[in-house]
């Protein structure tokens, strides 16, 4: 396999090119032209190493249906509480910050550095990246962030500070992708997480036809407020 060094304009090689683990190129910089042409065709960032960023299409794919979601009865007891407000698009930066000041078991530092900050608030500043957050007495106790393209949303990253706040704010996605006729939340790689919510991974040739058939729908840019 050849791991390809992108040029300056925003291409990116098949998919089906992709080294073992994904990786599908290096290399290239996150202006919003090349994030939505790598995101149309199934490649996302995942980290910068020096001064090249790493474009990934992992095989196979974790994808979450809306209506697969696995709504527990914890969860359902938590958000009947109404302990929690659920906002969209009202503090897209607190949320993206607190997802990179997070501390993650497993990992060492985060991958989500000021240049992947910069680039995902110019996304939402477009209309194409957005935030759900979670508040406890008006203050950001959990979040999560993404991108809606078509009929598809790929989530990015999420966090919390109270016990439940993602949960909350991972099932306000899921019932808003059902209101919009949502085909399908990409949630990249593999997690036990998720996959208790009924997250499922698919082959990448499947994701690259969903993904296909999703994007067949114009992208309704704008906040979600």
């Not at 032209?33 to 001064?51: K, M, N, Q, S, V």
């Not at 790689?189 to 919510?197: A, G, I, K, N």
Request: proline share 6%; charged share 25%; glycine share 6%.
């Amino acid at each position: 396999m050849t791991v390809y060094l992108l040029p300056e304009e925003p291409y990116f090689p098949p998919v089906d090119e992709a080294e073992p683990d994904g990786l599908v190129a290096i290399g290239g910089d996150l202006s919003v032209e090349r994030l939505l042409e790598a995101y149309t065709h199934g490649i996302f960032p995942w980290f910068r190493d020096e001064d090249d960023f790493f474009w990934f299409s992992p095989d196979p794919r974790m994808v979450m249906f809306p209506d697969q979601f696995n709504l527990t009865d914890s969860l359902n007891r938590v958000i009947r509480s109404n302990r929690f407000t659920v906002r969209y698009d009202t503090a897209f930066d607190q949320v993206i910050e607190s997802c990179a000041a997070t501390p993650r078991p497993g990992q060492d530092g985060t991958w989500i550095s000021d240049d992947f900050i910069e680039a995902y608030k110019n996304l939402h500043y477009q209309g194409y990246a957005h935030s759900v957050e979670v508040f406890y007495r008006e203050e950001l106790v959990g979040g999560l962030y993404g991108l809606a393209l078509g009929d598809a949303f790929f989530g990015e990253s999420m966090f919390f500070t109270m016990n439940n706040a993602s949960k909350v704010a991972f099932n306000a996605l899921v019932e808003r992708c059902r209101q919009h006729g949502v085909m399908f939340i990409d949630c990249q790689v593999e997690t036990s997480h998720l996959m208790r919510f009924g997250a499922t991974l698919i082959p990448r040739p499947d994701y690259l036809e969903l993904l296909k058939k999703a994007l067949l729908i114009p992208t309704a840019s704008g906040s979600w407020r």
